[in-house]
């Protein structure tokens, strides 16, 4: 079994940066693809960011393309969510996600193994 642990949340400032982090066990991390979720209150979870097992691929929502980045380190199981200009509309908790058949199935919100999820909270 695979377990995903994010950390990294917090509360910011719009315009200010956070990076979230998900640390992977009990699995080969770098046969995954990995993904970012994020559901805020009375709304459906919904995909953010994911990358490819070999980091060759990536896929964006549109809502975040050019603010947020994802990254990996296989070295370290870990993968990465670097967000940059945090809007209010970004506050949610954010989910790590990591699937065996790569980033396509994450549009549908579908995965192997999910986190249990860290506070993401931008201010006004």
Do not use: H
Not at 102 to 120: C, I, K, L, N, S
């Amino acid at each position: 079994q695979v377990q995903l642990v994010e950390s990294g949340g917090g509360l910011v400032q719009a315009g200010g940066s956070l990076r979230l982090s998900c640390a992977a066990s009990g699995g080969t991390f770098s046969s995954y693809a990995m993904g970012w979720f994020r559901q805020a209150p009375g709304k459906e979870r919904e995909f953010v960011i994911g990358i490819s097992w070999s980091g060759g691929s990536f896929d964006y929502a549109d809502s975040v393309k050019g603010r947020f980045t994802i990254s990996r380190d296989n070295a370290k199981n870990t993968v990465y969510l670097q967000m940059n200009y945090l809007k209010p509309e970004d506050t949610a908790v954010y989910y790590c996600a990591a699937s065996t058949r790569g980033t396509y199935y994450f549009r549908t919100r579908e995965a192997d193994y999910w986190g249990q999820g860290t506070q993401v909270t931008v201010s006004s």
